[in-house]
Every structure is written in C-alpha cells, then in structure tokens.
C-alpha cells in the first residue's frame, strides 16, 4: 500500500519564477492538504482540498494556488516565487471522516529553494 | 485566532521518561494531535485527544485538559530512535485544519 508520495524531492528556482509541486495521496484517501515548513519551525497550514474544491485556506497570498484531480492527486502552485518562500512544501493526505481530522499522513515533502 | 507554545529542546537519558507540555490560546478547536518528525523526514501521527484525559498509544500517552488550555506527550522507556522534534497540532475546524507549534527536540543520550 503507497504512502503518499511528492514530486520533485527538491527544486531549485529563481527569485520571480512560478513552481508547481505534485502529491499523490495514500490509497484510500480522498483529501489532500499543503503545508509549509522553514527550518526549525512546524508546518505552516496552506490549504485543503476535497472533491476537487478548496475547503479550507491558511493565511497565504493568492500567489499560492492549488488543483485537485479527479484520482485526488493535487497540485500545489507558487507564482512569483520570492526568496522567503524558500521551505519544505509537504503534503498530507487523510479521510473525510471524524479520524481523518486528525489523523493525516505526510509525504517526504519537496525542498524549495529560491534563489 | 489560535496560539500554541511547547519547549523548544528537551534532553533525557535512554530509559529515562520525557513529559512534552502544550498550551494553547484558542477560541474553540476539536482536538490536540501530536506528530514526530525525525530529522529530513515527514510528520508522522503519534496520538489524538478529543476529550479530557489521556490517551495511551504503547511507550506514548497524551493528555488533553481543556479547561486548563493544556496537553502534553508523555514518552515513556526513551530510546536512542526517539530523538525527533515532536510536534503539538490544534484541530481546528471540521474540515482537519491543523495548527502546529513550533516543537519540541528531543535529544536522548546513551
């Protein structure tokens, strides 16, 4: 049984570039949330999807965008990438049910630099 | 809006016993989650409290007190592989919002 998985493991971009983040959720999972974690801090909420509409939204610019597909997979895209958003981009994948509140798996994350 | 606060760093013996404490300021949330992150890895679930009390997930317990604004995790026997940063998370709405601190490292020494 997959875990959820991210793609790529690390990038890196230019300070004005636009990056798009993939993740695929755990077999069985039908919500997909983002989060952004710098160095020595705990990840940041971004936002969730579920049925292909975004649920929920954390305290980040319209630069930060999302897709869900219609296999739950889900994107995660920056526009005008600046040198702050230089993080660890992680997913989480969970239920729509009262243990998926709580209980989310991560994937590996994608390592963001901006340079 | 919501607020949490946990140690920064906490070091322990191997065997010993490590109490991680979590307040919180927040206006209303559906439970208090815990996570261990090892170093470069992902966040993984360690426990949930939805109610007062403690919760015991074999070395790990977690104790919720919401009239306290207070929880913590509690790992019991310490070994070598439990030195991680440990995560509290606020379950903040009924779609699984969760607010993290920001951890707690937890450094176990022979």
């Known amino acids: 049984d997959a875990g959820v998985t991210q793609s790529p493991t690390h990038l890196i971009k230019t300070r004005g570039q636009q990056v798009t983040l993939r993740c695929s959720p755990k077999s069985g999972h039908d919500t997909v949330s983002w989060y952004q974690q710098a160095l020595g801090q705990g990840p940041q909420f971004i936002f969730q999807y579920y049925e292909e509409e975004e649920r929920q939204r954390g305290n980040f610019p319209d630069r930060f965008s999302g897709h869900q597909f219609p296999n739950y997979s889900s994107e995660l895209n920056v526009n005008a990438l600046l040198l702050g958003d230089s993080a660890l981009y992680l997913c989480?994948?969970?239920?729509?049910?009262?243990?998926?509140?709580?209980?989310?798996?991560f994937g590996p994350g994608t390592r963001l630099t901006v340079t | 809006g919501q607020s949490l606060e946990q140690p920064s760093e906490v070091t322990a013996v191997e065997g010993a016993i490590v109490q991680i404490n979590c307040t919180y300021q927040t206006s209303g949330f559906y439970g208090l989650s815990w996570y261990q992150q090892h170093d470069g890895g992902a966040p993984t679930f360690l426990s949930y409290?939805?109610?007062?009390g403690l919760e015991e997930t074999g070395r790990f317990s977690s104790f919720l007190s919401r009239s306290d604004s207070y929880g913590y995790l509690l790992l019991q026997e310490l070994q070598m592989k439990d030195s991680a940063s440990y995560f509290c998370a606020l379950g903040g709405d009924s779609w699984g919002k969760l607010q993290f601190g920001a951890g707690t490292q937890v450094v176990v020494t022979p």
């Open positions: 989480a994948s969970s239920l729509r049910s009262e243990r998926g509140l709580y209980e989310q798996y």
């Open positions: 409290n939805a109610l007062d």
